[in-house]
């Protein structure tokens, strides 16, 4: 399985706030306060409620949260609980652990408080609501839990984990108690199948305080893609359209040919028998076999370019994060009406903020470069066969191509080279986008000149 880190997703400290209170990407509401290393969703106050939900809809079909937390309180018995949430809706407080009822989608609650006096809480449960059922807060839903286990996340001396996995519809919940260094260790608390979630939901964490009260504290939430390895490769391919398009043209080519070919053998009874011997060779063969080549490397291409894509868009998400911490620090300093310029007084923590930024974008650079370098290799190593059979006309175009995008590759290097002074990296981006959209050009184009030779050979 391939676990992809996505960050739009996710927080965690120890920068996980903006100076003016906001997480990137995810929004709080009601008691929740955001610090530099946790959110508070609650405080161990009466009758409190909080949540904090993800800006960004949830794209990937298997997932896996790992979410870090606290429940702390001084009474032996604490209320009410956490709840992890995926649903169709985010961000409306409710009766359930802080949040709405009758949700839409998954709900993955920490149970403090033993509503029905059976004495099995601390409970973590899993319920699954369509949009119509209430939660059954004096039976702590225990008739309508998909499933679920009895553990003690309450005032532990290091925080607890939980660990929710979406795989090929099934659940799996596994708890980490904080006891072992070892951030892997987790046991299995429940394992569903058949579990249907809707598409396209959000990520949020809920918490309610009641009569009994507990600090409910959120340090991490991190959020996974999952796909098969066997997988990734046909997912990366050329997006459909794209993919029906040359397909549809491969046929149609394949069609004429066979067709040419008929009209060929009634023009020249005579050469049948000759043809009937090696006619696969002579006829079908080559061409469709360079049109087949042809349009793997077109897959590929793609392929190669999709990955990039994603790398930078990874980058660029990287790059936004740290220009609003800049911009925070920047306002933050003329607000206490120093001055702008670069050699006046700046506390220490904020001077290491700016150095880890410029780190970070610097880093980001050299992954970008890397896939340029990349694409350039696989570029070269791309066979145009028979160059002969590309006109002037066409071989003129292609090397002005050619041309266009070494000159690309060069300012990239050189950007790259200045960036160490600029925390913007937008004109990269450009050129980078640019020069995609080029290849993609020049690999159609390949194609499509390959077939025209291939049809002129025919005739
Ligand atoms: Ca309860
Ligand atoms: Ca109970």
Redesign the pocket.
């Known amino acids: 399985i391939k676990r992809r880190f996505e960050y739009k997703l996710s927080f965690k400290g120890p920068h996980l706030v903006l100076k003016d209170g906001t997480v990137p990407f995810w929004d709080h509401y009601g008691s929740a306060i955001a610090s530099a290393d946790s959110i508070r969703i609650t405080p161990s106050l009466k009758s409190k409620k909080g949540s904090i939900w993800g800006k960004e809809k949830v794209t990937a079909e298997d997932w896996e949260v790992d979410v870090k937390f606290t429940v702390t309180g001084r009474g032996r018995l604490g209320?009410?609980?956490l709840a992890v949430w995926y649903t169709t809706e985010r961000g409306i407080e409710g009766p359930v652990f802080g949040s709405k009822d009758q949700w839409n989608g998954l709900g993955v609650?920490l149970?403090?408080?033993?509503?029905?006096g059976q004495h099995n809480?601390p409970?973590i449960m899993a319920m699954l609501n369509d949009g119509k059922q209430t939660y059954d807060?004096d039976a702590?839903?225990s008739n309508q839990q998909l499933g679920g286990c009895l553990r003690d996340f309450r005032n532990k001396n290091k925080p607890v984990k939980i660990k929710i996995e979406y795989f090929k519809k099934v659940l799996t919940i596994s708890f980490h108690s904080g006891m072992s260094d070892n951030e892997e260790d987790y046991d299995l608390c429940t394992r569903i199948e058949n579990v249907n979630l809707p598409p396209n939901g959000y990520f949020g964490v809920s918490a309610a305080t009641g009569g009994l009260a507990d600090d409910h504290d959120v340090l991490s939430f991190s959020t996974y893609s999952l796909q098969l390895q066997t997988e990734v490769g046909t997912k990366m391919e050329m997006p459909e359209l794209e993919k029906e398009k040359i397909e549809k043209e491969f046929q149609e080519y394949k069609e004429k040919l066979e067709k040419a070919r008929e009209d060929f053998k009634k023009e020249n009874p005579k050469a049948k028998l000759d043809l009937d011997v090696d006619e696969d060779k002579i006829y079908e063969s080559p061409e469709v076999r360079s049109l087949r080549q042809i349009f793997e490397g077109q897959s590929e291409i793609s392929q190669f370019i999709k990955s990039s894509l994603r790398k930078l868009d990874e980058i660029v998400g990287r790059q936004e994060r740290q220009l609003s911490l800049l911009t925070s620090i920047s306002q933050s300093r003329q607000q206490a009406g120093q001055s702008s310029s670069p050699g006046s007084t700046i506390d220490k923590k904020e001077f290491n903020q700016i150095v880890d930024a410029q780190k970070a974008a610097t880093e980001g650079i050299k992954d970008l470069r890397q896939v340029v370098n990349d694409i350039n290799t696989k570029f070269n190593g791309l066979k145009i066969p028979d160059q002969h059979q590309f006109t002037k006309e066409l071989a003129n175009h292609f090397g002005m191509m050619l041309n266009e995008f070494r000159s690309l590759s060069n300012k990239v290097n050189d950007i790259s080279s200045n960036i160490a002074n600029s925390p913007s990296i937008s004109v990269y981006h450009l050129g980078f986008f640019l020069f995609i959209h080029l290849l993609t050009i020049l690999g159609y184009f390949i194609y499509k000149a390959k077939k025209e030779a291939a049809a002129k050979k025919f005739y």
Do not use: E, I
């Open positions: 209320a009410d609980g609650f149970d403090s408080f033993d509503n029905d809480n409970y807060h702590d839903g």
